[in-house]
């Protein structure tokens, strides 16, 4: 996400780290470059020019001129701001009483209904809470076999009438949902058109019969500046508590997510950064302003890997690899554990200081299966005592799966390197120079 405005960005940032005085001469330079690259990843433009004016501002004030690094201190203003566009604080989610309500609402085809199911999955993964999943889009076709489905893959029960009246379905659940305990119920309604009167009257009459502690409204983040026009609408028939921006891990320009909360006064409370249910995380402004000018997000990869990390078994490895005792049943738990973090290449993006050519590539998950599919092929003794393979054994595995004695001859050399570096690690020394 971001990635061209990203790149536009950090430019911008390396040409003013070169200044050794900043004037409104070199200022303007860059402040060009900067309102370009705002305007082209569709920013709204009064949003663009209100910003771009705080920056000027700023960077040719008093603290700045007396800076020893005025190109660092040009670089904190750019932060604060893109921080103050997106929202200032992290808005969290408002949630009171037995259960809370949370109601969802948007588009048609706006990613609602998987939104439901992810946002689900996560308060029950992240608060240890039992949520209910509530069908009351009774118009499109199949919307309710959708959510059922997504209810069945989770594990989460649904409750549904099937096309009965969206307010009394939804009274019904919460009464079901206090009879049976449930901490959330989560309210799936009709994707419509902020113009449609008659739609939108009914979401009226759910809000006033259940008085939910949200009102989500989803939003396509391929929509565009769209996406301003339509939250407006939803707001002024509806008290909007925030926004879920999904589709962020597509081809998107991002200039909806910097320019909502500026004009509409609607938080960006969550962000769907890619297809499977566990992809949904809460929105940050300063940790989405770092990643925007490369700086990494290194809070979001500590906590990715806090919720899906077996502690004990890393623990362990960590343990033997300081004790210089590594072998490929560490380097397996290792892999598996990594895998659970997700794609790799968005783990890069995170990590600070990471170069645009690293940031930029792209790894095969094939791969990955592959080197996994070499170890599970040795014996437990093998993996034990990587020593013992020779010529033999590599054919024996390489026919169990169905990998060449080359990609084996190339796992064992990077085992050797690892090992190496952990020998270096236990004496106290650095494997390379910082």
Same mark, same amino acid.
């Given at each position: 996400?971001?990635?061209?405005?990203?790149?536009?960005?950090?430019?911008?940032?390396?040409?003013?780290?070169?200044?050794?005085?900043?004037?409104?001469?070199?200022?303007?330079?860059?402040?060009?470059?900067?309102?370009?690259?705002?305007?082209?990843?569709?920013?709204?433009?009064?949003?663009?020019?209100?910003?771009?004016? &705080?920056?000027?501002?700023?960077?040719?004030?008093?603290?700045?001129?007396?800076?020893?690094?005025? $190109?660092?201190?040009?670089?904190?203003?750019?932060?604060?701001?893109?921080?103050?566009?997106? $929202?200032?604080?992290?808005?969290?989610?408002?949630?009171?009483?037995?259960?809370?309500?949370? @109601?969802?609402?948007?588009?048609?085809?706006?990613?609602?209904?998987?939104?439901?199911?992810?946002?689900?999955?996560?308060? =029950?993964?992240?608060?240890?809470?039992?949520?209910?999943?509530?069908?009351?889009?009774?118009?499109?076709?199949?919307?309710? +076999?959708?959510?059922?489905?997504?209810?069945?893959?989770?594990?989460?029960?649904?409750?549904?009438?099937?096309? $009965?009246? %969206?307010?009394?379905?939804?009274?019904?659940?919460?009464?079901?949902?206090?009879?049976?305990?449930?901490?959330?119920?989560?309210?799936?309604?009709?994707?419509?058109?902020?113009?449609?009167?008659?739609?939108?009257?009914?979401?009226?009459?759910?809000?006033?019969?259940?008085?939910?502690?949200?009102?989500?409204?989803?939003?396509?983040?391929?929509?565009?500046?769209?996406?301003? &026009?339509?939250?407006?609408?939803?707001?002024?028939?509806?008290?909007?508590?925030?926004?879920?921006?999904?589709?962020?891990?597509?081809?998107?320009?991002?200039?909806?997510?910097?320019?909502? =909360?500026?004009?509409?006064?609607?938080?960006?409370?969550?962000?769907?950064?890619?297809?499977?249910?566990?992809?949904?995380?809460?929105?940050?402004?300063?940790? *989405?302003?770092?990643?925007?000018? $490369?700086?990494?997000?290194?809070?979001?990869?500590?906590?990715?890997?806090?919720?899906?990390?077996?502690?004990?078994?890393?623990?362990?490895?960590?343990?033997? *690899?300081?004790?210089?005792?590594?072998?490929?049943?560490?380097?397996?738990?290792?892999?598996?554990?990594?895998?659970?973090?997700?794609?790799?290449?968005?783990?890069?993006?995170?990590?600070?200081?990471?170069?645009?050519?690293?940031?930029?590539?792209?790894? &095969?998950?094939? +791969? *990955?299966?592959?080197?996994?599919?070499?170890?599970?092929? @040795?014996?437990?003794?093998?993996?034990?005592? %990587?020593?013992?393979?020779?010529?033999? =054994?590599?054919?024996?595995?390489?026919?169990?799966? &169905? =990998?060449?004695?080359?990609?084996?001859?190339?796992?064992?050399?990077?085992?050797?390197?690892?090992?190496?570096? @952990?020998?270096?690690?236990?004496?106290?020394?650095?494997?390379?120079?910082?």
């Amino acid at each position: 996400m971001f990635e061209s405005l990203g790149d536009r960005l950090q430019s911008a940032v390396n040409k003013i780290k070169g200044y050794g005085k900043i004037t409104e001469d070199n200022i303007s330079d860059v402040t060009r470059e900067i309102r370009l690259a705002l305007l082209e990843a569709d920013v709204n433009y009064k949003v663009v020019k209100e910003f771009i004016n &705080n920056v000027k501002e700023k960077a040719l004030g008093e603290e700045v001129a007396k800076s020893l690094k005025p $190109g660092e201190m040009f670089v904190k203003i750019l932060k604060d701001e893109l921080v103050e566009l997106l $929202g200032g604080q992290q808005a969290p989610l408002y949630t009171s009483g037995n259960p809370s309500i949370l @109601m969802m609402v948007g588009l048609q085809g706006s990613g609602k209904t998987t939104s439901i199911g992810k946002l689900a999955l996560r308060l =029950r993964k992240k608060n240890r809470k039992n949520p209910l999943l509530v069908a009351c889009d009774v118009y499109r076709p199949a919307a309710i +076999d959708q959510l059922k489905e997504i209810g069945k893959q989770l594990n989460i029960e649904v409750y549904s009438e099937g096309k $009965g009246n %969206p307010v009394e379905i939804s009274k019904n659940a919460i009464k079901y949902a206090k009879e049976n305990k449930f901490d959330y119920v989560l309210i799936d309604t009709a994707g419509r058109l902020h113009i449609d009167e008659e739609l939108m009257q009914e979401l009226n009459n759910i809000n006033e019969e259940v008085k939910p502690n949200e009102i989500l409204l989803v939003i396509d983040s391929m929509m565009g500046q769209d996406a301003i &026009n339509v939250i407006e609408g939803f707001n002024s028939s509806l008290p909007l508590t925030g926004a879920i921006l999904t589709k962020l891990d597509g081809d998107t320009r991002g200039g909806a997510a910097l320019s909502i =909360r500026h004009l509409t006064n609607v938080p960006i409370k969550f962000i769907g950064i890619s297809e499977k249910m566990d992809g949904l995380d809460e929105f940050y402004p300063e940790r *989405m302003a770092t990643r925007i000018l $490369g700086m990494g997000d290194i809070m979001t990869m500590i906590e990715k890997a806090e919720e899906v990390i077996d502690q004990d078994e890393a623990m362990k490895t960590a343990k033997r *690899m300081q004790q210089g005792k590594f072998d490929f049943e560490d380097f397996l738990s290792m892999l598996k554990q990594v895998r659970k973090l997700g794609p790799l290449e968005n783990l890069i993006k995170l990590i600070p200081g990471m170069p645009k050519e690293a940031r930029n590539i792209k790894i &095969n998950p094939k +791969d *990955m299966a592959h080197i996994e599919a070499i170890m599970l092929s @040795m014996t437990p003794y093998e993996r034990a005592h %990587p020593e013992c393979l020779k010529n033999s =054994r590599k054919l024996r595995i390489s026919k169990g799966c &169905n =990998r060449p004695v080359e990609e084996i001859n190339r796992l064992l050399k990077q085992y050797e390197e690892m090992k190496k570096m @952990m020998k270096q690690l236990k004496n106290g020394k650095m494997p390379f120079k910082m």
